[in-house]
């Protein structure tokens, strides 16, 4: 995910200078025409298509792994956080000895409190 935001930002960093270059040898009315395009073919799309090549790459990991049931477990990340490893199909960090259940009973309680 990190390398999703990242390249996200890199890629603003250098469109958006780039149109501000622009701006002075387009038209006002055409310029932002050019503005929007390249703001969504070049940051906002890019960015759509690598979140869900993200999301379907490690949907295994986040949804059949022991991982996934452990409450150490970010799946926003897909990042065990007492490790801050991350898991695999084929690698817990913990090799399975620090799996802690996710526990309702206390999302429960911090709602009624
Ligand atoms: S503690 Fe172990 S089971 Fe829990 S998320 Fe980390 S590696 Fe997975």
């Known amino acids: 995910m990190g390398r999703v935001v990242y390249w996200t930002i890199m ?7 780039s149109l501000w270059f622009l701006m002075y040898y387009f038209q006002f009315r055409y310029w932002w025409i050019v503005a929007f395009g390249a703001i969504y073919g070049i940051i906002i799309h890019p960015a759509i298509i690598q979140f869900r090549k993200f999301e379907n790459d ?3 990991i986040v949804q059949s792994t022991l991982c996934s049931s452990c409450k150490h477990f970010d799946k926003t990340a897909v990042l065990c956080l007492k490790y801050d490893e991350h898991p695999s199909l084929n690698f ?12 309702n009973f206390d999302y429960e309680e911090k709602e009624y409190n």
């Not at 890629?11 to 200078?17: C, E, F, G, K, S």
């Open 92 to 103: 817990l960090p913990c090799d399975g000895v620090e799996w802690e259940p996710i526990n």
């Open 58 to 60: 490690n949907k295994e």
């Open 11 to 17: 890629r603003a960093a250098i469109v958006i200078p």
